[in-house]
T-cell receptor
């Protein structure tokens, strides 16, 4: 069964609204989670690294004020897309690392399809 | 900078054929990890394998096998006797050392196995 769960799996929102996507690690604590974005038929691009109890680290070119990440507990990270626009429509997928050492297994969530209309 | 190249974008085979998916990587790190993931049409990423840079042994898991060659910076994936259920997009990925393990993905290769 899944060890990382994302919710919702699909969401449609109106332009200008905000939408929150949750990423939960099941059965293990994840001090670090990662958020990726995937455009149709494209590869996955890392958006940010979510660190429990501290600010997220964003990749170059990713607007931190638009993509708010909160990692309030060891099993939950949330990505909020603020003031969504149609170009934000994409597949968002999170991953979580088991443990804090090097070489731990990384599991991915099921992904969330966001459509902004 | 790290980079993963999957030169093939799409392959179509007939069931029971063997197919090899190529992956070439670039990194300046001496310690790194290589991954293969499968992404079926539903979207989730299914972990297939992780290999660290110090382990060049080939690995076989059922119909799947992996050939890691540091000399050519390649980590190729072979599916033997392919099945329709193998149809998916396959991603090769590389992670930096140091514990952060952000993944750099190749562009993916879409495999279609026809009955």
């Amino acid at each position: 069964g899944a060890v990382v769960s994302q919710h919702p799996s699909r969401v449609i929102c109106k332009s200008g609204t905000s939408v929150k996507i949750e990423c939960r690690s099941l059965d293990f604590q994840a001090t670090t989670m990662f958020w990726y974005r995937q455009f149709p038929k494209k590869s996955l691009m890392l958006m940010a690294t979510s660190n429990e109890g501290s600010k997220a680290t964003y990749e170059q070119g990713v607007e931190k004020d638009k993509f708010l990440i909160n990692h309030a507990s060891l099993t939950l990270s949330t990505l909020t897309v603020t003031s969504a626009h149609p170009e934000d429509s994409s597949f968002y997928i999170c991953s979580a690392k088991t443990g804090t050492g090097v070489g731990n297994t990384i599991y991915f969530g099921e992904g969330s399809w966001l459509t902004v209309v | 900078a790290q980079k993963v190249t999957q030169a093939q974008t799409e392959i179509s085979v007939v069931e029971k054929e063997d197919v090899t998916l190529d992956c070439v990587y670039e990194t300046r790190d001496t310690t790194y990890y290589l991954f293969w993931y499968k992404q079926p049409p539903s979207g989730e990423l299914v972990f297939l394998i992780r290999r660290n840079s110090f382990d060049e042994q080939n690995e076989i898991s059922g119909r799947y096998s992996w050939n890691f060659q540091k000399s050519t910076s390649s980590f190729n994936f072979t599916i033997t006797a392919s099945q329709v259920v193998d149809s998916a997009v396959y991603f090769c990925a590389l992670s930096e050392a140091g514990g952060s393990e952000k993944l750099v993905f190749g562009k993916g290769m879409k495999l279609t196995v026809n009955p």
